[in-house]
């Protein structure tokens, strides 16, 4: 398509229009890859319009998502990859709707730069598009804004919101969980997009080798393990909520176990978890001997290799964990429900 709009003086001023309509036509091959039976229009709209299937639903209910990728995107910049950051935007939006049981219909993004550089933009976009692929979303619209004097010229931000569905019927809610019940850790793959800021402090990043191969690493470089995406686990625990009744779920983020699992504990109940179990990841290791930093500490700041913990009753476990692993996931027991009126974690 041909744009006739353009501006000399807002040029002048460091904001690209013609750029802005480039970075549209690159991005639309990614999203077209998103589209799924809701889609009901092409970017460049004002709105993005989604018709959802409410088949055999009695009541649904929305559940929304919002979360950006922080300061990983700092990796980004200094590796000069920008094709893998938009998957961390959606995984970190869509992991928290399906919490709550909801299959995620649609996602936005939005990208704010210094410099509307389209070809940057398109990767960024397809990384998104790529996200949205994995969690069955689509890619209905977004918003990039070039922003010169207020972002470097080499730098981004990169924000997105996911809407997802479920029945009011199927909600998880925690109501159901009981003494007894299972603690299934499902595998992260990596530091996902959390604790970035105690990493590069823990690194140096911006003086570090980012590139070189290192054994403590499995052969990865560090730029290459902490740029690893942060995993989707949307399709698999879709699969095993059509089979196992799931009495609660977590989205291990910033703040680690302490913080995220007992947002899954209903009062009166606590999670006890066997830090022996917990298979912690290479990456975790090099980072607490590298910075020093006590083993609370780490459990309290990252994922330290669970992604996601799910509850189930006991009788479901073996169930679950075959669902899990037929799904493609590494899933395995760290802990199970206890009874305790002061805590809703504890590490053992």
Same mark, same amino acid.
């Given at each position: 398509m041909?744009?006739?709009?353009?501006?000399?003086?807002?040029?002048?001023?460091?904001?690209?229009?013609?750029?802005?309509?480039?970075?549209?036509?690159?991005m639309?091959?990614?999203?077209?890859?998103?589209?799924?039976?809701?889609s009901?229009?092409?970017?460049?709209?004002?709105?993005g319009?989604?018709?959802?299937n409410?088949?055999?639903?009695?009541?649904?209910?929305?559940?929304?998502?919002?979360?950006?990728?922080?300061t990983?995107? &700092?990796?980004?910049?200094?590796?000069?990859?920008?094709d893998?950051?938009?998957?961390?935007?959606?995984?970190?939006?869509?992991?928290?709707?399906?919490?709550?049981?909801?299959?995620?219909?649609?996602?936005?993004?939005?990208?704010?730069?210094?410099?509307?550089v389209?070809?940057?933009?398109?990767?960024?976009?397809?990384?998104?598009?790529?996200?949205?692929?994995?969690?069955?979303?689509?890619?209905?619209?977004?918003?990039?804004?070039?922003?010169?004097?207020?972002?470097?010229?080499?730098?981004?931000?990169?924000?997105?919101?996911?809407v997802?569905?479920?029945?009011?019927?199927?909600?998880?809610?925690?109501?159901?969980?009981?003494e007894?019940?299972?603690?299934?850790?499902?595998?992260?793959?990596?530091?996902?997009?959390?604790?970035?800021?105690?990493?590069r402090?823990?690194?140096?990043?911006?003086?570090?080798d980012?590139?070189t191969?290192?054994p403590?690493?499995?052969?990865?470089?560090?730029?290459?393990?902490?740029?690893?995406?942060?995993k989707?686990?949307?399709?698999?625990?879709?699969?095993?909520?059509?089979?196992?009744?799931?009495?609660?779920?977590?989205?291990?983020?910033?703040?680690?176990?302490?913080?995220?699992?007992?947002?899954?504990?209903?009062?009166?109940?606590?999670?006890?978890?066997?830090?022996?179990?917990?298979?912690?990841?290479?990456?975790?290791?090099?980072?607490? &001997?590298?910075?020093?930093?006590?083993?609370?500490?780490?459990?309290?700041?990252?994922n330290?290799?669970?992604?996601?913990?799910?509850?189930?009753?006991?009788?479901?476990?073996?169930?679950?964990?075959?669902?899990?692993k037929?799904?493609?996931?590494?899933?395995?027991?760290i802990?199970?429900?206890?009874?305790?009126?002061?805590? &809703?974690?504890?590490?053992?």
């Amino acid at each position: 398509m041909e744009y006739k709009s353009n501006s000399e003086s807002y040029a002048a001023a460091g904001v690209d229009i013609t750029a802005g309509y480039r970075a549209v036509e690159l991005m639309k091959s990614h999203i077209a890859k998103t589209q799924n039976e809701g889609s009901t229009t092409d970017i460049g709209g004002f709105g993005g319009l989604f018709v959802p299937n409410l088949t055999g639903m009695k009541t649904p209910v929305l559940v929304s998502g919002t979360d950006g990728v922080g300061t990983k995107l &700092k990796l980004a910049f200094l590796m000069d990859k920008h094709d893998t950051v938009g998957i961390d935007c959606v995984a970190m939006c869509v992991n928290d709707v399906i919490c709550c049981g909801a299959a995620p219909l649609f996602f936005l993004d939005y990208i704010a730069c210094g410099k509307n550089v389209p070809e940057k933009i398109a990767d960024i976009v397809s990384g998104v598009a790529e996200g949205c692929v994995m969690s069955g979303a689509a890619l209905i619209g977004g918003e990039t804004a070039e922003m010169p004097g207020f972002y470097p010229v080499d730098e981004y931000d990169l924000a997105g919101f996911a809407v997802g569905i479920v029945d009011k019927e199927k909600v998880i809610d925690n109501k159901k969980m009981k003494e007894g019940d299972v603690v299934i850790a499902l595998a992260s793959s990596g530091v996902h997009s959390n604790g970035f800021s105690l990493v590069r402090k823990v690194f140096d990043v911006e003086k570090a080798d980012l590139k070189t191969p290192l054994p403590e690493l499995e052969g990865k470089s560090l730029g290459e393990a902490l740029l690893t995406p942060t995993k989707i686990y949307v399709k698999p625990v879709l699969a095993l909520l059509k089979e196992v009744e799931v009495k609660g779920i977590s989205h291990i983020t910033g703040g680690g176990f302490y913080e995220n699992i007992p947002r899954s504990i209903p009062d009166g109940l606590c999670a006890e978890i066997n830090k022996k179990d917990v298979r912690v990841l290479p990456l975790f290791n090099l980072i607490m &001997k590298t910075g020093n930093i006590p083993e609370h500490d780490m459990f309290n700041t990252f994922n330290m290799g669970v992604g996601m913990s799910i509850v189930v009753s006991a009788k479901d476990v073996d169930k679950a964990l075959e669902i899990l692993k037929n799904a493609g996931e590494d899933a395995y027991v760290i802990g199970k429900i206890i009874k305790d009126e002061n805590d &809703k974690i504890k590490l053992i």
